[in-house]
């Protein structure tokens, strides 16, 4: 089992340029959430999606943020246009249902975005 | 508003002794309660957990304890050991088994020598 995969592992990209996260869950897992680490916030969950059908994006920041989730295997995390404050880690973590709930994520090493 | 708080980021414990993190949070509907470790370039991976109805739950080395009427949790580690050293998360949510955690900001913790 090669995990939950993320790419890229490290973005760097200028100001109001478009960025693409990706992300490739567990096979078999149905729950794929999006999460933001930042220094003050720690944590953040911004999207998650059961059976590929987004749930919950109250923690997407703002319409310049967008998510989809095209197939059980697939999910990528849009920004655009980026601005430095979107700098941040972000990981991405998949779990079945039913489960032992937050117990049974499995998060990726993460992909780490510096917008200058 | 961050409901999930970690108010020390960072914390240096000398091996062999106890390691003790703490974590406050301020929604009073939060029913379960977890702790996730991470290592540098990793995600973060679940350490333990603890339901509302009880105020301890142990595993190994890690203990959780949980205080409702002061809305405060604590990881105690005994003894620590190096390979301890890693960023902590508190985590809470509404339900056992629910989707949706909050997470606090994280603790830094370093075992030394």
């Known amino acids: 089992d090669a995990g939950v995969i993320q790419s890229p592992r490290h973005e760097v990209t200028e100001m109001g340029q478009e960025v693409t996260l990706r992300c490739k869950p567990i096979?078999?897992?149905?729950?794929l959430f999006w999460y933001r680490q930042t220094m003050m916030r720690g944590l953040e969950l911004l999207i998650y999606?059961?059976?590929?059908?987004?749930?919950?994006d109250s923690g997407m920041p703002e319409d310049r943020f967008s998510a989809k989730m095209p197939n059980a295997s697939f999910s990528t995390l849009k920004i655009q246009p980026s601005e430095p404050r979107d700098s941040a880690v972000y990981f991405c973590?998949?779990?079945?249902?039913?489960?032992?709930?937050?117990?049974?994520?499995?998060f990726g090493s993460g992909t780490r975005l510096t917008v200058v | 508003d961050q409901q999930v708080k970690q108010n020390s980021p960072s914390l240096s414990v000398q091996e062999g002794r106890i390691s003790i993190l703490n974590c406050d949070y301020t929604?009073?509907?939060?029913?379960?309660f977890l702790w996730y470790k991470k290592y540098p370039a990793e995600g973060p991976t679940f350490l333990i957990s603890?339901?509302?109805?009880?105020d301890k739950n142990e595993d190994g080395r890690f203990t959780v304890f949980l205080n409702k009427s002061a809305k405060h949790l604590s990881l105690h580690i005994v003894p620590s050991q190096p390979g301890d050293s890693a960023v902590y998360f508190c985590?809470?949510?509404?339900?056992?088994?629910?989707?949706?955690?909050?997470f606090g900001q994280g603790t830094r913790l370093t075992i030394n020598p």
């Open positions: 973590a998949s779990s079945f249902r039913p489960d032992r709930g937050p117990k049974g994520y499995t």
């Open positions: 096979s078999g897992h149905n729950s």
């Open positions: 999606f059961n059976n590929n059908v987004p749930i919950d």
């Open positions: 929604n009073s509907m939060f029913d379960y």
């Open positions: 603890i339901s509302s109805i009880k």
């Open positions: 985590a809470a949510s509404l339900i056992q088994g629910a989707q949706k955690l909050v």
